[in-house]
């Protein structure tokens, strides 16, 4: 079966995303990797322009989404990537006593320490979503803060060229997501809940394909279990120090293969 796979265009689901080819292409499957911003591969999933999407997460950042392509297609989740979760952070030098919650941002001499600019990425990103609710109801563009959305380099470069220089700044995050493999960031408490809670994050297959799929490549995929610091730690191989993405995946899922291949 010729598979259209779905990724969203960041570099931990690009690492998930060859995961998932590896086990297709090992139960014979012929795939071809289409990336796209969050949004964009949904609206591709329901219009029939792909066949499998990964990684969905589950049901907070979104669940919006998934609701608009079951209007259209019947589809069933398969496996557990990992449990993510959004977050802002904060590099551990920052005192904990002085910064440990988002209001604390508010305080007057932490604004006039911590960097203005908080970079984050593109619009369709649920930690964009919470990161613009979080900035209106604290409020923290009124304290002097911004929330710039951008691309994942624009984030990263932001977070760690702060960090080279000493400064404190706060970084709209997520797990998995490799800066946690090279940095300790301090999660900052977030009571309100503006940060959604905890996805499950899950490959989405349509109900018709799961036939023409197989059953045994069926059971594999729904047997994957990355989990975040494996995620982490692949990606940071991927995005820092240069390794092929393939073969990463290739030789993670060779290690996972006596538990896979118990559930095939």
């Known amino acids: 079966m010729l598979i259209r796979l779905g990724v969203t265009d960041l570099s931990f689901h690009h690492m998930t995303g060859a995961l998932v080819r590896t086990v297709l292409e090992q139960h014979g499957h012929q795939v071809t990797t289409h990336y796209a911003p969050h949004e964009a591969n949904f609206e591709r999933l329901a ?23 079951r209007e259209r297609r019947a589809v069933r989740e398969l496996g557990l990537h990992y449990e993510s979760y959004a977050l802002w952070g904060v590099p551990d030098y920052v005192p904990a006593d002085r910064v440990g919650s988002v209001q604390d941002l508010l305080a ?29 109801e604290y409020p923290l563009e009124e304290a002097g803060y911004e929330f710039r ?16 220089e000493g400064r404190w700044v706060v970084v709209p995050l997520w797990r998995p997501q490799f800066l946690h493999a090279i940095h300790t960031i301090r999660e900052l408490q977030e009571p309100r809940g503006l940060l959604g809670g905890t996805d499950r994050a899950v ?18 995929l729904d047997a994957l279990r990355f989990g975040n610091e494996l995620i982490e730690r692949l990606d940071y191989r991927v995005s820092r120090l240069g390794e092929p993405l393939e073969l990463v995946a290739l030789e ?8 896979i291949g118990q559930s095939a």
Do not use: K
């Not at 219009?47 to 998934?66: F, I, K, M, N, V």
């Not at 007057?108 to 209106?136: C, H, K, N, Y």
């Not at 490959?203 to 594999?220: N, R, T």
């Not at 993670?252 to 538990?259: H, N």
């Open 47 to 69: 219009a029939g322009e792909l066949d499998l999407l990964t990684s969905a997460w589950l049901p907070h950042s979104h669940g919006g989404y998934l609701e608009r392509v």
């Open 108 to 136: 007057p001499d932490v604004v006039r320490q911590m960097t203005p600019l908080i970079q984050g990425i593109g619009e369709g990103a649920g930690i964009t979503r919470f990161s613009r609710r979080i900035m209106a």
């Open 149 to 164: 959305s951008g691309s994942e380099a624009d984030c990263l470069a932001a977070f760690e060229q702060a960090v080279a």
């Open 203 to 220: 490959l989405l297959a349509p109900e018709e394909h799961i036939e023409a799929l197989g059953a045994e490549c069926v059971a594999a």
């Open 252 to 259: 993670a899922i060779t290690a996972m293969q006596p538990l």
